[in-house]
């Protein structure tokens, strides 16, 4: 087998002449987000009450404040949790999961594309909008390579924003999505379920969070909200919510959200501005 960098083409704008070579030799071509799901599970999970979890995210814009987020989040509700991915860490150097941990990812198009195995347990589609064209051949090849982290192994649960015509489509194209959770979200926060009712949700990572990282008693909502983030990516994720479904409803039940977890995220260093309070 041959693991390659996301970086390096293997089909457009042309392949790298060792990738064409593997292809021709009939030899397996990787990356390393495909190994890391591949290789993740391991047989001390046999000894776990409660085995670890994967959340990957993933779009056009904002996937980093967004894992960024979902990571905060676990860490001030107590979650043993770990990012990277795109960001921060590469996934073949995270620490070997411990029980109930939930490991949360960013997965740009160039490392979704060629992986052969995207089993996450959450996946989460912020938007789309023409990127990397060059390497996809198109919008066509970008929203495929997007979509593949949901079509290849049908996550459990995913969150999938419906702005932009492909994300519309993308719920119903799915496989899988006639039989697991699959929630539509829009910026004006109205978020649709399975049975296609119309909710209110002012913030989906706690929720996200909240799904894959099993949080009991997530806190009540403490007041104003301030955001190291910049505002154009995260003012509505900023405000502190009141419910809402996002990727957490657990059996009909809308769960309160982790609310004051949210509202005191560090951010990115190159990114931090505080936009409310």
Known sequence: MLIVSPGIPHLYPRPHPAIAMAWQLGIPVDNDIGLFFRSYATRDWDQFDRAPRVIAVTGSNGKSTTTALIHHVLEECGRPTQMGGNIGTGVLSLEPAVEAEVVVLELSSYQTELARALTPDVAVMTNLS????????????????????????????????????????????????????????????????????????????????????????????????????????????????????????????????????????????????????
């Open 130 to 277: 023409p990127d990397h064209l060059d390497r996809h051949a198109g919008l066509g090849g970008y929203f495929a390579a997007k979509r593949r982290l949901f079509s290849e192994g049908g996550p459990d649960r995913a969150v999938i924003g419906i702005d932009d015509p492909e994300g519309r489509i993308w719920p119903t194209s799915c496989r899988w999505s006639h039989r697991r959770p699959v929630i539509r979200c829009r910026r004006d926060r109205s978020w649709t379920g399975r049975r296609g009712r119309s909710l209110r949700a002012r913030v989906s990572c706690p929720n996200i969070a909240r799904a894959a990282g099993g949080i009991d008693r997530p806190a009540r909502d403490a007041g104003p909200a301030r955001c190291a983030q910049p505002p154009e990516r995260l003012r509505s994720l900023c405000r502190l919510p009141r419910g809402g479904p996002g990727a957490a409803r657990d059996r009909g039940r809308v769960p309160q959200l982790c609310g004051p977890a949210a509202s005191q995220p560090d951010g990115r260093p190159d990114r931090r501005r505080p936009v409310c309070q």
